[in-house]
């Protein structure tokens, strides 16, 4: 025991643990500073410049020109709405969802573990093979509209109507996201102890009651986590609106996202500069809003 003191007494001994600890932090340190920090640089310094792709790259200093021009640019404007409007719907959609099929497949009903399985499919299976499926679906005589015809609704250019080009991707990626959550959930859902439903229906709680009062309170640290990898991915959407409109945003800028305009400009008209500064509006976007979420849910952590 005086053995120890000593040791944690001596500074020589102190310094050694130290040193031995960064240098178990440096591999990592390495990674984060190639893959994220270095990036993160480079992008800020793209945003100040004008960059010269054609015949050799080279960089012109406009300062913040690049961040003015997101001001005056009214397909950012249409970008943004379009983003927010996806998001506003599919995270509590596809939230919500995935706690009711994660209370369900919990309830111990039969063939639970198959349930799971046919629930989770659209999760593992490629977003760009899944979204020309539902191309085939909702093609004017695809399979989506043969079923509103037949029960007497109306029919859509799901496709080609920007009224409702957008709201089709939002039903195929709350269908592909919502299990992937459902997971989650389940898995919050087995770590509640029995004894307090028990103890509920030993006070006379019935099934909802003990969902609103003891479910709900105990998962809510999940839902914040839930909620915060929805807002992130839903606000990076591009491979479905890419693929649904060919890379142009249509029809008529309605599936047009932040992402798609950074593709846009990048690739397509090659203005790096003012990419990056798209790229930066939408990460101080995800910030505020993320913050936000965290105040509303108390601060909550898994």
Do not use: C
């Amino acid at each position: 025991m005086w053995e120890i003191r000593r040791r944690y007494r001596n500074p020589r001994w102190n310094m050694t643990e130290s040193l031995a600890g960064y240098l178990f932090m440096i591999p990592t340190i390495l990674v984060l500073g190639t893959f994220v920090v270095l990036p993160i640089l480079y992008a800020v310094f793209l945003s100040l410049h004008k960059v010269q792709l054609l015949g050799g790259i080279e960089y012109e200093f406009i300062g913040f020109r690049n961040f003015t021009r997101l001001i005056e640019d009214e397909r950012v404007w249409i970008a943004l709405k379009n983003t927010a409007e996806y998001v506003v719907i599919v995270v509590p959609t596809q939230t919500v969802l995935a706690l009711i099929l994660a209370v369900t497949l919990n309830a111990g009903i039969r063939g639970k573990n198959w349930w799971r399985i046919l629930y989770f499919l659209p999760t593992v299976t490629s977003s760009a093979v899944l979204t020309l499926i539902f191309m085939w679906i909702y093609n004017t005589d695809g399979l989506l509209n043969d079923f509103l015809a037949f029960v007497g609704l109306p029919t859509y250019n799901w496709l080609g109507d920007p009224a409702v080009a957008l709201k089709g991707i939002m039903i195929m990626n709350i269908w592909s996201t919502a299990p992937f959550y459902m997971v989650i959930y389940l898995a919050a859902l087995q770590d509640i102890p029995e004894k307090l439903y028990e103890a509920a229906e030993l006070d006379g709680a019935n099934g909802w009651q003990k969902f609103i009062y003891i479910t709900i309170p105990l998962v809510k640290p999940v839902t914040f986590f839930v909620v915060a990898v929805g807002i992130i991915g839903t606000f990076q959407l591009f491979d479905q609106s890419y693929i649904f409109s060919g890379g142009t945003g249509g029809p008529n800028n309605a599936t047009l996202t932040v992402v798609l305009l950074i593709y846009q400009a990048v690739f397509r008209n090659l203005q790096m500069g003012y990419a990056a500064a798209i790229a930066f509006l939408l990460a101080a976007v995800i910030i505020i809003i993320t913050l936000m979420q965290q105040r509303f849910f108390g601060g909550e952590r898994i």
